[in-house]
């Protein structure tokens, strides 16, 4: 009579399971049968955003792009970058693929800055696909040191 296997034996544990779930919702998800992953587009890429002292830093994965696949703008201390990732498929051409993750089109992200920043400091460069954007905060926003006196 044949037994029943225990979970170490068989050959896929609920984790397994779970993550195959999990690509296969996500190859739907972003195969075109729905949309919205981030801010209700298709896709859009991902960025970080770091609060230095003298500046907001930040970083957002662009591969493929170029400076002039992107723009960047600032209007009432909201950061603005849309950009469009052109597909490499050509019109009519015919490709049976066996994974399709990498996604194309326009996309805009928008951060609300928390504190002034001097509109006319930004700067921006893309280096190994990665844009990196500094933004100036205003002397207010930055802070001031009280140096304090001790009395003896």
């Not at 792009?65 to 019109?91: C, F, H, Y």
């Not at 009519?92 to 996309?107: N, P, Q, T, W, Y």
């Not at 928008?110 to 844009?131: H, K, Q, W, Y």
Request: hydrophobic fraction near 35%; charge should be negative; aromatic fraction near 8%.
């Amino acid at each position: 009579m044949p037994s029943i296997p225990s979970p170490r034996d068989l050959p896929f544990s609920v984790q397994d399971m779970r993550n195959e779930f999990d690509r296969w919702l996500d190859r739907v998800w972003h195969g075109g049968l729905s949309s919205a992953p981030l801010d209700g587009q298709d896709w859009a890429p991902l960025f970080d955003v770091i609060d230095e002292k003298d500046c907001y830093r930040v970083r957002v994965e662009v591969p493929g792009l170029s400076a002039d696949d992107i723009d960047v703008s600032i209007l009432d201390d909201v950061l603005t970058i849309k950009g469009n990732k052109p597909s490499e498929r050509k019109p009519g051409e015919d490709l049976s693929f066996l994974r399709a993750e990498c996604r194309f089109g326009s996309f805009c992200r928008r951060f609300d800055l928390p504190t002034p920043v001097e509109e006319d400091s930004i700067r921006a460069s893309c280096r190994n696909g990665v844009l990196t954007i500094e933004v100036p905060k205003t002397p207010e926003a930055k802070g001031r040191s009280v140096k304090i006196a001790f009395e003896d």
